[in-house]
């Protein structure tokens, strides 16, 4: 199973990284989300600095559904979703490769979207343990649950969407919890923010599993 997420995953990134589609157009529009919220709360007031996490994770999940749009829009072109059910790969390993895939994309994007933060919003930057480790579980299941209901859109003409509607309330609990995880970071108090980690790592957990084993089905159904 690992073999072929392995695979899946390398071939998706080729993908990317020959198309330039994240680089050219995932990354730019994340950035200017950010630089429209910033005039839309005036810095002189403090609103933005306080509002700076909530801001941050919700650009982080718009732009994370564009990823996982593009992820399957590829296996929707000329029925390429077919060659996956024939190719004797492990379903699990599929969704594995395609979660891995988007995870990488949107930890580079994050990256970004953290020094945008810095430098559009001057908000300082601490409680780097927790900033991390809830980047890459949040991120973790942001791509758990995109690649699960991104196979559910894929044959769907409205897949543009309906992934949206099936995905975003979804994501609520992910952006609770990354929004408070950081606020503790951001304020000081980063041992206030680990119990919201636990509860990303929970809802990453239960994406995993239900993706490794349901994914297969969901693949044949699409």
Not at 48 to 53: D, G, I, S
Not at 74 to 98: C, H, M, N, T
Request: aromatic letters at 10%.
């Amino acid at each position: 199973m690992f073999r072929d997420a392995a695979l899946v995953a390398a071939k998706d990134l080729r993908i990317e990284a020959r198309s330039r589609v994240a680089l050219n157009q995932i990354v730019p529009f994340a950035l200017v989300v950010l630089v429209l919220f910033g005039f839309a709360l005036d810095p002189d007031r403090g609103i933005l600095h306080q509002a700076t996490p909530g801001l941050y994770w919700v650009t982080v999940l718009f732009t994370g559904l564009l990823a996982v749009q593009r992820a399957f829009a590829v296996e929707a072109s000329d029925r390429v979703v077919d060659g996956l059910r024939l190719s004797g790969l492990d379903p699990g390993g599929i969704y594995l490769g395609k979660a891995a895939a988007v995870g990488l994309e949107l930890v580079v994007l994050e990256v970004l979207l953290l020094a945008g933060v810095a430098v559009f919003y001057g908000t300082p930057l601490g409680g780097w343990p927790l900033l991390v480790v809830t980047t890459l579980v949040a991120t973790a299941g942001i791509a758990a649950a995109g690649t699960l209901y991104g196979v559910l859109a894929v044959g769907v003409r409205v897949r543009e969407t309906l992934l949206p509607l099936l995905l975003l309330p979804v994501l609520a609990p992910v952006l609770i919890a990354s929004t408070r995880a950081f606020e503790a970071a951001l304020d000081g108090t980063p041992g206030e923010g680990w119990r919201w980690v636990g509860l990303l790592a929970v809802f990453s957990l239960v994406y995993l599993a239900a993706g490794i084993f349901g994914f297969g089905s969901l693949l044949e159904e699409s």
